[in-house]
């Protein structure tokens, strides 16, 4: 072949005497091929050390090989919050190993999900990532509707029926929660996520589970609800220790509202852990680095990225059924408890 240029699956057919349809339906192992057609593709391939790429793939599989991972959350959340950063890296991972891109998509008003919309409309993507599921969020419903395989980050409640991974919630609460009752502490006050996501209410149940199962009554006064910000936790925190100043101790359902308690704590000159007890859930980065180091519930949410996307992936290029994975969570004790 003269000068440099990269050969095309065109020049690939040319070479082999077949139509580009053939060639393609050989790059993707397609049995629609005769024997004599695949070793003529297969030796013109070698000769001209050719590589498929996507466009050439997409002729018979009717696919792009790529992905929207979809944020309906500010680019401020999204740059603020540990959470996102390693989805992100897990679901990057994962696609790179089945060759498949990735585009971030953040939908935060109308006309961005009118772009969504377009893109899925167009086939531009073979599948969805939904991150940050609110139960009146009506994307999930939308997609399916369309018929674009989707895994959620999460659940929108006990009856999913979409793919989703999560981490359990409520056992990793239910374990926070009893490491506090069992360290003597017996007002234990909780910071919740957004009560109309099924993480927040999962949480939430399991600071519930823990008062039960130790029979020690749980004081609805102690429930405040967090929107999994810093500033939020600040709010809740301030509205807590108003109403119940003898509180000894603080669920937080998010590293970063733990951030945003301590804080609060710490200008309300209450001691961590001699007075009030903190922990967090997540075991992000900042649970290491805050004063006092933070006891947490580890999730994996590099994890939870990788499986989401080898679950679309699945689904997408191998015609694999819906799945739904709950992973384990850990308590890592710090000195904050």
């Given at each position: 072949m003269s000068g440099n240029r990269r050969p095309t699956i065109k020049t690939v057919a040319a070479r082999a005497g077949v139509g580009r349809t053939t060639v393609s339906r050989v790059v993707n192992g397609s049995e629609l091929v005769s024997a004599d057609a695949r070793a003529r593709v297969l030796a013109a391939i070698k000769e001209l050390n050719y590589v498929p790429n996507s466009v050439a793939r997409g002729l018979v599989t009717n696919r792009t090989n790529a992905v929207a991972l979809v944020i309906p959350e500010s680019e401020s959340r999204l740059g603020s919050e540990p959470f996102f950063a390693a989805l992100i890296r897990g679901v990057s991972g994962a696609l790179t190993e089945s060759r498949t891109q990735l585009q971030l998509m953040l939908v935060r008003d109308q006309a961005e999900r009118d772009q969504l919309t377009e893109t899925v409309a167009?086939?531009?993507?073979?599948?969805?990532?939904?991150?940050?599921v609110h139960a009146d969020d009506r994307?999930?419903?939308?997609?399916?509707e369309m018929g674009l395989p989707t895994v959620l980050?999460?659940?929108r409640d006990a009856g999913e029926q979409l793919s989703y991974v999560d981490s359990d919630n409520a056992g990793g609460a239910t374990a926070a929660v009893r490491h506090l009752l069992h360290r003597g502490r017996r007002r234990i006050?909780?910071?919740t996520?957004?009560?109309d996501m099924d993480v927040g209410r999962s949480r939430l149940a399991g600071w519930r589970t823990a008062h039960r199962e130790a029979g020690v009554p749980a004081d609805e006064l102690l429930?405040?609800?967090?929107d999994f910000t810093e500033e939020?936790?600040?709010?809740?925190m301030r509205s807590l220790l108003e109403r119940a100043p003898d509180l000894d101790a603080v669920f937080a359902a998010s590293d970063l509202m733990a951030v945003g308690v301590l804080a609060e704590l710490r200008r309300q000159r209450r001691r961590v852990p001699d007075d009030v007890a903190v922990v967090g859930y997540e075991d992000s980065v900042l649970a290491r680095h805050t004063a006092p180091p933070l006891t947490t519930v580890r999730q994996p949410v590099e994890e939870i990225g990788r499986t989401m996307a080898r679950i679309l992936t699945g689904i997408t290029q191998r015609g694999e059924p819906r799945q739904q994975r709950t992973l384990p969570t850990e308590l890592v004790v710090r000195e904050s408890s």
């Amino acid at each position: 072949m003269s000068g440099n240029r990269r050969p095309t699956i065109k020049t690939v057919a040319a070479r082999a005497g077949v139509g580009r349809t053939t060639v393609s339906r050989v790059v993707n192992g397609s049995e629609l091929v005769s024997a004599d057609a695949r070793a003529r593709v297969l030796a013109a391939i070698k000769e001209l050390n050719y590589v498929p790429n996507s466009v050439a793939r997409g002729l018979v599989t009717n696919r792009t090989n790529a992905v929207a991972l979809v944020i309906p959350e500010s680019e401020s959340r999204l740059g603020s919050e540990p959470f996102f950063a390693a989805l992100i890296r897990g679901v990057s991972g994962a696609l790179t190993e089945s060759r498949t891109q990735l585009q971030l998509m953040l939908v935060r008003d109308q006309a961005e999900r009118d772009q969504l919309t377009e893109t899925v409309a167009a086939h531009r993507v073979d599948g969805v990532l939904l991150v940050s599921v609110h139960a009146d969020d009506r994307l999930p419903g939308m997609l399916e509707e369309m018929g674009l395989p989707t895994v959620l980050a999460g659940r929108r409640d006990a009856g999913e029926q979409l793919s989703y991974v999560d981490s359990d919630n409520a056992g990793g609460a239910t374990a926070a929660v009893r490491h506090l009752l069992h360290r003597g502490r017996r007002r234990i006050a909780t910071i919740t996520g957004p009560l109309d996501m099924d993480v927040g209410r999962s949480r939430l149940a399991g600071w519930r589970t823990a008062h039960r199962e130790a029979g020690v009554p749980a004081d609805e006064l102690l429930v405040e609800e967090g929107d999994f910000t810093e500033e939020g936790a600040h709010r809740a925190m301030r509205s807590l220790l108003e109403r119940a100043p003898d509180l000894d101790a603080v669920f937080a359902a998010s590293d970063l509202m733990a951030v945003g308690v301590l804080a609060e704590l710490r200008r309300q000159r209450r001691r961590v852990p001699d007075d009030v007890a903190v922990v967090g859930y997540e075991d992000s980065v900042l649970a290491r680095h805050t004063a006092p180091p933070l006891t947490t519930v580890r999730q994996p949410v590099e994890e939870i990225g990788r499986t989401m996307a080898r679950i679309l992936t699945g689904i997408t290029q191998r015609g694999e059924p819906r799945q739904q994975r709950t992973l384990p969570t850990e308590l890592v004790v710090r000195e904050s408890s």
